[in-house]
């Protein structure tokens, strides 16, 4: 079984300045890798796929990072509506299973 | 518009069962990957279930023989029948489109959610 894990568990950050969460896989998932976007009482939103990939709309100053174990998403400037919680998800290729990281909380320094 | 609307939820007995809908829009549900995702109060999102286009259904460990997905392609809908439910199943249960045309697996569309309660 591949165990994710995310760190920092929260990151504080000012509005406008640049924000990197990791996420690791316990073992190689390829670019088999996305990340949500999840605010209080939201659904998820899938902002990255494939380890790189922008989902549609998704603005610019998202952009998802590595491949095999380590990955990274990093928010270039951010606004006041990117505080939330963001989750890494890894998916196996046959049969197709998937497992969620445990969160990182980007906060309001 | 592509949506997903979940309903089913509600408060329901430690050893009772509940059936969860997800009614979609926009799309055809036989025609993608769809799963369940749930998300217990405080907690991260944990999968639940997922089926094929084809129709092989696939669970998590933790509802294994207790949960059956399924769906009714005349009525473009999403379920999750749970039984023996225990108190940690106790969560919002997400329903979710995973498209398989890209040649990576993840979920684009998810609906807003219906909590299910288990409690005496």
New interface residues.
């Given amino acids: 079984e591949i165990v994710m894990t995310q760190s920092p568990a929260t990151l504080s950050v000012s509005p406008g300045e640049r924000a990197t969460l990791s996420c690791r896989a316990s073992q190689s998932v390829s670019s088999n890798l996305a990340w949500y976007q999840q605010k209080p009482g939201q659904a998820p939103r899938l902002l990255i796929y494939g380890a790189s990939t922008r989902a549609t709309g998704i603005p610019a100053r998202f952009s998802g990072s590595g491949s095999g174990t380590e990955f990274t998403l990093t928010i270039s400037s951010l606004q006041s509506e990117d505080f939330a919680v963001y989750y890494c998800q890894q998916y196996n290729n046959w049969p197709v299973l998937f497992t969620f990281g445990p969160g990182t909380k980007v906060d309001i320094k | 518009e592509v949506q997903l609307v979940e309903s089913g939820g509600g408060l329901v007995q430690p050893g009772g069962s509940l059936r969860l809908s997800c009614a979609a829009s926009g799309f055809t549900v036989s025609s993608n ?1 769809m ?1 369940w ?1 749930r998300q217990a109060p405080g907690k ?4 639940v279930s ?1 089926i ?1 286009s084809g129709g ?1 259904t ?1 669970y ?1 460990d933790s509802v294994k023989g207790r949960f059956t997905i399924s769906r009714d392609n005349s009525k473009n809908t999403l379920y999750l029948q749970m039984n023996s439910l225990r108190a940690e199943d106790t969560a919002v249960y ?1 329903c979710a489109r ?1 498209p398989f045309n ?7 569309v ?4 219906t909590t299910v309660t288990v409690s005496s």
């Fill in positions: 990957y799963s995702v991260g999102l944990e999968w997922v094929y092989s696939y998590a997400y995973v890209t040649g990576y697996y993840y979920m684009d998810w609906g807003k959610g």
